[in-house]
């Protein structure tokens, strides 16, 4: 309530810098690798699961 007053002391364009940009695509990069590992890890343990079912006829 009342009264403000505001000072606008700077401008500045905004914009990502060349090294954000390439720190954001690795960071992308790292990410899809690291669930492609996990996706094929887990792959891997069902490939190698035995499942024994075994019904009793009572």
């Known amino acids: 309530m009342g009264w ?3 000072q606008l002391i700077e401008v500045r364009q905004a914009s990502d810098s060349e090294d954000g940009k390439k720190m954001a695509a690795r960071q ?3 990410a ?3 669930d492609e590992a996990y996706e094929e890890w887990v792959r891997q ?3 190698q699961a035995f499942v024994d079912i075994r019904l009793d006829d009572h």
Do not use: S
Request: glycine share 8%; no cysteine; hydrophobic share 40%.
């Open 4 to 6: 403000h007053l505001v």
């Open 28 to 30: 992308g990069l790292r």
């Open 32 to 34: 899809r690798k690291a």
């Open 45 to 47: 343990l069902r490939d």
